[in-house]
């Protein structure tokens, strides 16, 4: 069973809104297996403070979104956006997290209805992807919520409850920096190099995905730095693998130096 898997921040103004959820949309969409899976937990955050403002699953991250962001329509009390509104307007940007997930079969889209509750979500995952990445998706999501509490004293301001049931039975205190993380502190094993919207244009997004995302999985079990655990698991697939030139190609141009939002970053060419 996963451990943990790649968390990806972006930052957005109003008028970024229809970009990054097309981005969005293409990197985790649930009409594909290419990319990343389209259900997993998603946050938004204040990047002035680092607060963790609200945590969520979701059995479809774009659907979901982009309902909370006011793009799909949704009745305001099933969604937060009110409050993402709100929020923009009155601090200019508003951060947003993705816990992604390795696609799986997802020949059983999830459904588009508007008005679903957290277990009605679970069930539509549990139907896609099965009961284990169900259990997964809902341990998680308690398990940033947890984590936020016990750091802050109080659940994210607009959660109501501390997840799912289920996630709540299984949760506990391992993962620690999981709400950190989530919140836009960046964490050098889990967090991606790239924002959301660059992990679905840029070139270097073939890192994230086929070198450091499966690397992350494990990493929990392993000794020794991050970069040391990715170059001991690169080794296992063999000299001539793809992750091992994509490895190359990330010493190449210094990638696990870089951190999301950075402008000064010199992009190579895909190794042949």
Known sequence: MMLLATIAIDQIEWKDRQEFWTALNKLCSPETTCGFSSSGIYSFWDPVKFELLYVG??????????????????????????????????N??????LLLMSPNDQTILASRKNRVTDNERLAEIERALGREAKDMIAHFESLVLRSHKRIAEKLPRW????????????????????????????????????????LNGLPESQIEEFVLHPARMTYPLSNG????????????????????????????????????????????????
């Open 92 to 97: 200019g940007r508003i951060g947003i997290g």
């Open 159 to 198: 959660n109501r409850n501390a997840g799912s049931k289920l996630g709540q039975a299984h949760a506990d205190a391992s993962l620690g920096g999981l709400s950190q993380a989530m919140s836009g502190r960046f964490d050098a094993a889990y967090t991606s190099r790239l924002s959301i919207r660059d």
């Open 225 to 272: 730095t991050f970069e040391d655990h990715v170059r001991w698991w690169v080794k296992l697939q063999g000299k001539e693998c793809i992750c091992a030139q994509l490895l190359d190609w990330a010493d190449k141009i210094n990638y696990f130096a870089w951190q999301p939002f950075e402008v000064n970053h010199i992009h190579g060419e895909l190794p042949r």
């Open 57 to 90: 699953l979701a059995s479809d991250l774009s659907l979901r979104i982009g309902q909370h962001l006011g793009l799909i329509q949704c009745d305001y009390k099933c969604c937060k956006s009110k409050q993402v509104e709100k929020f923009v307007f009155e």
